[in-house]
């Protein structure tokens, strides 16, 4: 069983930086693929980042690439999400995930196996 907590949401002008973190409880955190989605208003479920068990391969979503950057801290069982150059259309609730596997590229909703409450990140413009 894995618990995830995320925190750093909240209300930032456009243009503007935020970075998201996600703490996991259990003893399997580093052998896991992480990931980060979000979820507008009306809106499915979306990828956004993805990194494997080792931090050595990431993957971004096409809209995002180059604003934002997925990063893990093993020993402190925490992944990141650095957001720059926010715009209103990143406005929506981030959810950070644990997958079942170990490798890079896993975009799929239904590759993941544990979800975080979600964090609200309000981008004004």
């Known amino acids: 069983q894995v618990q995830l907590v995320e925190s750093g949401g909240g209300l930032v002008q456009a243009g503007g930086s935020l970075r998201l973190s996600c703490a996991a409880s259990?003893?399997?955190?580093?052998?896991?693929?992480m990931g980060w989605f979000r979820q507008a208003p009306g809106k499915e479920r979306q990828f956004v980042a993805t990194?494997?068990?080792?931090?050595?391969?990431?993957y971004t979503e096409e809209s995002v690439k180059g604003r934002f950057a997925i990063s893990r801290d093993n020993a402190k069982n925490t992944v990141y999400l650095q957001m720059n150059s926010l715009k209103p259309e990143d406005t929506a609730v981030y959810y950070c995930?644990?997958?079942?596997?170990?490798?890079?590229?896993?975009?799929?909703?239904?590759?993941?196996?544990?979800w975080g409450q979600g964090t609200q990140v309000t981008v004004s413009s």
């Open positions: 990194i494997n068990s080792r931090g050595s391969i990431t």
């Open positions: 259990g003893r399997t955190f580093s052998s896991v693929a």
């Open positions: 995930a644990a997958s079942s596997g170990s490798g890079g590229y896993l975009y799929r909703r239904d590759q993941y196996n544990y």
